[in-house]
């Protein structure tokens, strides 16, 4: 079965630190491109990061400088290390997997984890 | 950076058809794809490309494009198909990838 699996979500101060993990499986995980994607409480999707195969990587405006993807091949695993955390990055952050085919689109998502940035 | 704009909200009667409309400059270029998202789930995709469905989404759910606007249409909503409704696509201006706003079907 393909699946994702989040972890490493919590409560942290602002201007803390956590790691997110996303283990794959079910499929060639380094075949793929992998990305993170967030939803606030009560608002919208919005995109976070990206990591291609080759760990190219790509940030949302917001994000860069603070938050770092990287991806573990051999693991199955991408991570997403966030830092200087806000209270405007409280969300349930996603890992999604992105078709390898002409058309762009996000055909696995996992569950999410929950990051709650608060004093 | 680009934007792609939904309708915050949009209601059809049970049975009936509704479209759902996603207006940017990147669909001028990309298709875009859409998400289905259920309250405390998380998204699943139900139209990607010109007009394609992942296996197991009903035959109900039909996309298309015209210039800037793509389209989510649902033929015969049910009651299972209210959700917040998504679109995305790549983007060449600034951010790589841009989601709309979403879109809350209620089947009346």
């Known amino acids: 079965e393909v699946q994702l699996v989040e972890s490493g979500g919590g409560l942290v101060q602002p201007g803390g630190s956590l790691r997110l993990s996303c283990a794959a499986s079910g499929f060639t995980f380094n075949t793929y491109d992998m990305h993170w994607v967030r939803q606030a409480p009560g608002k919208g999707l919005e995109w976070v990061s990206a990591?291609?195969?080759?760990?190219?990587?790509y940030y949302l405006g917001s994000v860069k400088g603070r938050f770092t993807i990287s991806r573990e091949n051999a693991k199955n695993s991408m991570y997403l290390q966030m830092n200087s955390l806000r209270a405007g990055d409280t969300a349930v952050y996603y890992c999604?997997?992105?078709?390898?085919?002409?058309?762009?689109?996000?055909?696995?998502w996992g569950k999410g984890t929950t990051v709650t940035v608060s004093s | 950076s680009s934007e792609l704009t939904q309708d915050p909200a949009v209601s059809v009667a049970l049975g009936q058809t509704v479209k759902i409309t996603c207006q940017g400059d990147s669909l001028r270029n990309y298709y875009a794809s859409w998400y289905q998202q259920k309250p405390g789930q998380a998204p699943i995709l139900v139209i990607y490309?010109?007009?394609n469905r992942p296996s197991g989404i009903p035959d109900r759910f039909s996309g298309s494009r015209s210039g800037n606007t793509a389209s989510l249409t649902i033929t015969g909503a049910q009651a299972e198909d209210e959700a917040d409704y998504y679109c995305?696509?790549?983007?060449?201006?600034?951010?790589?990838?841009?989601f709309g706003g979403g879109t809350k079907l209620t089947v009346l």
């Open positions: 490309g010109k007009n």
């Open positions: 999604a997997r992105v078709s390898t085919g002409y058309y762009f689109y996000m055909d696995v």
């Open positions: 995305n696509s790549r983007d060449t201006n600034g951010n790589p990838v841009v």
């Open positions: 990591i291609g195969t080759a760990a190219d990587t």
